[in-house]
């Protein structure tokens, strides 16, 4: 039965002063490195959608599962909303809330999860390297989903040890519950749940008797987990569109009858998953976490050996079965890599030589983090980060700017943009800037070419237009627009082009772009 008097009465004998200021100060750092310049890093497209999509939600409830027409779970649209009602007229921020906030999840559970394992110390360890890991300071900072799904597999881990341990009702709701929300956060949230199948083998050093009656016990509850985990996901069918879910999922995944086909057509991400594991948590922190897992092996086997079918499993599954590999799609290793740096520590026999390596770490992870906060420019990404979030068409670098020419503009006329693209292309980015009380609407197009400016002639009448083109870089000499601005990268050629239109009869049919 819960107490609230058992709870601060165990909370006052196991945490001193020291330790709560300590986690105090843990926690500031953690909403510091999240919060400071949050908008400033330049919008990615995806973030366009997804925010657009709560708007839409938010504005028009028969809209709350606008995410399924894309395959996509609802969670992130929902959790957004509030954030959206608090800063209305900044939604690029109120977006990026959503993921401070799932990153916060994650850092209490990591912080659970090690205090459970091996006690407070170990959690003050992980929970500090949670807050430092280049890895989660990104992706806590960026409007996606993969912040929430890492949250719900270190929940996950969490109550399925738990689980393993009590054999308890109560424990298999929250079991459940966590899983339901990991569910309609993404679909590959279910392999967490499949994973934990496989705590039983927590009991081989039990007798054969008690092994099999825990196991049991443990199966029952762990069914009871999955039958509330799935009932929180078909909540997905009251939307007519539920099954573009498993649509999408082709996208993303090998079917079995495609891998059965081609069952080698992926294998390069053998090589790819601990680049881009290793690449975007600093480096730094792998080589102490295959000693921490080491010497897990030594001296906690079974743990070891259930923490080490959430490294391997997905790492074959993933090598194998995923058509389209990201870094963020495997976020959660940099959990992982929490977990075992954190034993390494606190089984370094000299305090002092744990001090002077973790103060190492926390400094080379700062050095990485530095340019994530203040210079995405000069960011290190892997080249497949790097062309997302800084230099390719997915990362749109000046819009703010943009948008504010276009307010100014539209406090004499109403402005109308006619936009290169719209599903998740610039149009979706330009709808975030729009605030409450703009006079602007944004149209999208794809592709953009000379018949619709001649077929928006008409909008001059009443509006000043105007083209944004993110894709294209050459501008035939006959289109009857002209140059406004340029907004550039840091790299490369790529930019976003403002143009003016014109009416088809003026002599000015075009001013280049210099």
Same mark, same amino acid.
């Given at each position: 039965?819960?107490?609230i008097?058992?709870?601060?009465?165990?909370?006052?004998?196991?945490?001193?002063?020291?330790?709560?200021?300590?986690?105090?100060?843990?926690?500031?750092?953690?909403?510091?490195?999240?919060?400071?310049?949050?908008?400033?890093?330049?919008?990615?497209?995806?973030?366009?959608?997804?925010?657009?999509?709560?708007?839409v939600?938010?504005?028009d409830?028969?809209?709350?599962?606008i995410?399924?027409?894309?395959?996509?779970?609802?969670?992130?649209?929902?959790?957004?909303?509030?954030?959206?009602?608090i800063?209305?007229?900044?939604?690029?921020?109120?977006?990026?809330?959503f993921?401070?906030?799932?990153?916060?999840?994650?850092?209490?559970?990591?912080?659970?999860?090690?205090?459970?394992?091996?006690?407070?110390?170990?959690?003050?360890?992980?929970?500090?390297?949670?807050?430092?890991?280049?890895?989660?300071?990104?992706?806590?900072?960026?409007?996606?989903?993969?912040?929430?799904?890492?949250?719900?597999?270190?929940?996950?881990?969490?109550?399925?040890?738990?689980?393993?341990?009590?054999?308890?009702?109560?424990?298999?709701l929250?079991?459940?519950?966590?899983g339901?929300?990991?569910?309609?956060?993404?679909?590959?949230?279910?392999?967490?749940?499949?994973?934990?199948?496989l705590?039983?083998?927590?009991?081989?050093?039990?007798?054969?008797?008690?092994?099999?009656?825990y196991?049991?016990n443990?199966?029952?509850?762990?069914?009871?987990?999955? *039958? /509330? !985990? @799935? $009932?929180?996901?078909?909540?997905?069918?009251?939307?007519?569109? %539920?099954?573009?879910?498993? &649509?999408?999922n =082709?996208?993303?995944?090998m079917?079995?009858?495609e891998?059965?086909?081609?069952?080698?057509?992926?294998?390069?991400?053998?090589?790819?998953?601990p680049?881009y594991?290793?690449?975007?948590?600093?480096?730094?922190?792998?080589?102490?976490?295959i000693?921490?897992?080491?010497?897990?092996?030594?001296?906690?086997?079974?743990?070891?050996?259930?923490?080490?079918?959430?490294?391997?499993?997905?790492?074959? *599954? /993933? !090598? @194998? $079965?995923?058509?389209?590999?990201?870094?963020?799609?495997?976020? %959660?290793?940099?959990?992982? &890599?929490?977990? =075992?740096?954190?034993?390494?520590?606190?089984?370094?026999?000299?305090?002092?030589?744990?001090?002077?390596?973790?103060?190492?770490?926390?400094?080379?992870?700062?050095?990485?983090?530095?340019?994530?906060?203040?210079?995405?420019?000069?960011?290190?990404?892997?080249?497949?980060?790097r062309?997302?979030?800084i230099?390719?068409?997915t990362?749109v670098?000046?819009?703010?700017?943009?948008?504010?020419?276009?307010?100014?503009?539209?406090?004499?006329?109403?402005?109308?943009?006619?936009?290169?693209?719209?599903?998740?292309?610039?149009?979706?980015?330009?709808?975030?800037?729009i605030?409450?009380?703009?006079?602007i609407?944004?149209?999208?197009?794809?592709p953009?070419?000379?018949?619709?400016?001649?077929?928006?002639?008409?909008?001059?009448?009443?509006?000043?237009?105007?083209i944004?083109?993110?894709?294209r870089?050459?501008?035939?000499?006959?289109?009857p627009?002209?140059?406004?601005?340029?907004?550039?990268?840091?790299?490369?050629?790529k930019a976003l082009?403002?143009?003016?239109?014109?009416?088809?009869?003026?002599?000015?049919?075009?001013?280049?772009?210099?």
């Amino acid at each position: 039965m819960f107490s609230i008097e058992e709870l601060f009465i165990y909370l006052k004998k196991t945490f001193t002063k020291k330790d709560v200021l300590l986690i105090g100060g843990i926690v500031l750092l953690y909403f510091i490195s999240r919060l400071i310049n949050l908008d400033q890093w330049p919008i990615f497209s995806d973030e366009g959608i997804y925010i657009r999509w709560a708007k839409v939600a938010w504005k028009d409830a028969s809209w709350r599962f606008i995410s399924i027409t894309d395959g996509r779970q609802p969670l992130q649209t929902w959790a957004t909303i509030p954030f959206l009602k608090i800063f209305p007229d900044d939604m690029l921020f109120a977006g990026r809330l959503f993921s401070v906030t799932t990153g916060f999840i994650g850092l209490t559970g990591m912080f659970s999860l090690l205090m459970y394992l091996w006690g407070k110390r170990a959690a003050i360890i992980g929970a500090t390297l949670y807050v430092f890991l280049p890895y989660f300071v990104f992706y806590d900072r960026i409007a996606l989903v993969d912040s929430a799904v890492n949250a719900g597999f270190i929940w996950i881990l969490f109550f399925s040890l738990w689980l393993a341990r009590k054999r308890r009702l109560d424990t298999a709701l929250f079991l459940g519950f966590i899983g339901g929300f990991a569910l309609l956060a993404k679909s590959s949230s279910r392999m967490f749940l499949m994973l934990a199948a496989l705590a039983p083998l927590l009991y081989l050093d039990e007798k054969k008797k008690k092994m099999v009656s825990y196991s049991i016990n443990y199966l029952l509850l762990l069914g009871f987990a999955f *039958a /509330i !985990s @799935f $009932f929180f996901y078909n909540v997905q069918r009251l939307s007519p569109f %539920f099954h573009y879910v498993a &649509l999408k999922n =082709t996208t993303f995944v090998m079917t079995f009858d495609e891998f059965l086909k081609t069952p080698f057509a992926y294998v390069h991400n053998f090589k790819y998953i601990p680049l881009y594991i290793a690449w975007e948590s600093g480096w730094f922190i792998v080589p102490l976490s295959i000693a921490g897992l080491y010497f897990l092996f030594k001296n906690e086997k079974l743990f070891a050996s259930y923490l080490s079918i959430f490294i391997v499993l997905p790492y074959i *599954a /993933i !090598s @194998f $079965f995923a058509k389209i590999l990201f870094p963020r799609y495997v976020l %959660f290793y940099g959990s992982i &890599l929490i977990i =075992t740096a954190t034993y390494f520590f606190i089984q370094t026999k000299s305090a002092k030589l744990t001090r002077i390596i973790l103060l190492l770490l926390i400094v080379s992870m700062t050095i990485i983090n530095y340019p994530l906060l203040f210079n995405p420019a000069r960011a290190s990404f892997p080249p497949v980060d790097r062309g997302q979030y800084i230099t390719g068409v997915t990362a749109v670098w000046g819009v703010e700017n943009l948008m504010n020419l276009m307010r100014e503009k539209s406090k004499l006329r109403p402005v109308y943009i006619l936009a290169e693209g719209d599903f998740g292309l610039v149009a979706d980015v330009l709808k975030v800037y729009i605030k409450e009380k703009d006079n602007i609407e944004v149209r999208g197009l794809w592709p953009l070419d000379q018949r619709h400016l001649i077929e928006y002639q008409n909008e001059l009448l009443e509006n000043q237009v105007y083209i944004v083109f993110s894709h294209r870089q050459e501008f035939p000499d006959d289109w009857p627009m002209k140059f406004v601005q340029k907004y550039g990268k840091p790299e490369g050629d790529k930019a976003l082009y403002l143009y003016e239109l014109l009416p088809v009869a003026s002599e000015f049919s075009i001013i280049s772009k210099n």
